[in-house]
DNA sequence: AACCGCAACAACCGCAAAGGG
DNA sequence: TCCCTTTGCGGTTGTTGCGGT
């Protein structure tokens, strides 16, 4: 904290979405650096942006380990049991999802789960988030699941329903990882028989190129569900590349053109230029116990 | 085809705490 | 001890896409 030696000039940092050569860059600062004095990190890493939001990119969608895609059952459980107990303490309800960030838990909280709850307490039969809870886990029955879980239907049918999903059709590429739940009816069965923790983020170069026909949005383009099953196997993904990442479709307004694509980025040996300590011994977010 | 409303989510903003000088 | 800066957190807004009319 504090760090006087990170001044900086005052300017007007750039806003709005991250394209994927600002991701790029954060990230290849960050693994060569690893993390410091936040606010020195913009200009050393050649980014027009402040250290806030260079900090918000990294633990929200650049840092290893992120588990993208929708909610497990479980997952939902413990946020509404956590809810209940903690109040609005994202951060601290995050610690208890691994992989999952309290923005993350925060914006499923606010779009789904507390409709959810509230539409449970409202009803003529009130629930508590306990019995919501043992309700939600106990009885996954299919209308249950379909009317919990409408969004995530409704994803299915389309092709690219949410910036997230956009990555989707990389894992129906080919790759052994499982298919982004947001694509697929939700079943908790099936759910079940994945992997439970496809935690890596999809930064990570996967063990092959790979390509994807979805457009390919800046906010998310190297923070989609691309969340190949990496089992383990870490060392083969360090050849894998950036730059296989498809040509970016520019749809952001206000943000100002970046059609520049991945491509071209050097994004292989991530791991040949970092001391893994300096990478991870500097997270301090909530998610720290991660599966590596 | 155009418009509208809604859902989802990324990112920004403001505030408070933490910590160095 | 105070001041200043950075960091972290929670609330909120903005953007995008989809479905319905």
């Known amino acids: 904290m504090g760090c006087r030696s990170c001044e900086k000039p005052k300017m007007n940092y750039r ?9 790029q860059r954060l990230r290849d600062y960050i693994l060569k650096h690893g993390l410091g004095c936040w606010s020195a990190v913009p200009a050393k890493a050649g980014l027009q942006r402040n250290g806030k939001s260079c900090r918000l990119r990294w633990i929200n969608y650049l840092r290893p380990g992120l588990k993208r895609g929708m909610f497990s059952q479980e997952e939902e459980d413990v946020v509404i049991n956590l809810q209940a107990k903690l109040g609005n303490k994202w951060s601290q309800i995050a610690m208890h999802l691994p992989g999952r960030t309290d923005n993350e838990v925060k914006n499923y909280w606010n779009s789904y789960l507390k409709k959810r709850v509230m539409q449970a307490q409202g009803g003529s039969n009130p629930k ?10 106990t009885e996954p029955t299919m209308s249950m699941s379909m009317s919990m879980h409408h969004h995530h239907v409704k ?5 690219t329903a949410t910036s997230h999903d956009q990555d989707a059709n990389i894992s129906s590429n080919g790759l052994s990882g499982p298919a982004p739940l947001a694509q697929q009816p939700f079943d908790h069965q099936a759910q079940q ?5 496809f935690v890596f983020s999809d930064w990570v170069p996967a063990p092959e190129s790979y390509s994807v026909s979805a457009h390919w949005p800046a906010s998310t383009a190297s923070s989609g569900n691309v969340t190949p099953s990496h089992g383990g196997a870490f060392g083969d993904q360090i ?6 990442l498809p040509p970016h479709q520019d749809h952001q307004a206000g943000v100002g053109s970046h059609g520049a694509t991945a ?9 040949d230029l970092l001391n893994m300590g300096d990478i ?11 599966l590596f």
Not at 15 to 23: A, H, I
């Open 15 to 23: 806003k709005g979405l991250w394209s994927p050569e600002e991701d």
């Open 128 to 137: 508590s988030p306990a019995e919501l809870t043992s309700m939600s886990t």
């Open 155 to 159: 994803n299915c049918s389309g092709s």
């Open 193 to 197: 028989q994945q992997p439970k923790n």
């Open 239 to 244: 050849s894998g590349s950036y730059g296989a």
């Open 263 to 271: 491509t071209g980025i050097a994004g292989s040996g991530y791991f």
């Open 280 to 290: 991870y011994g500097g997270f301090s977010s909530t998610n720290d116990d991660l």
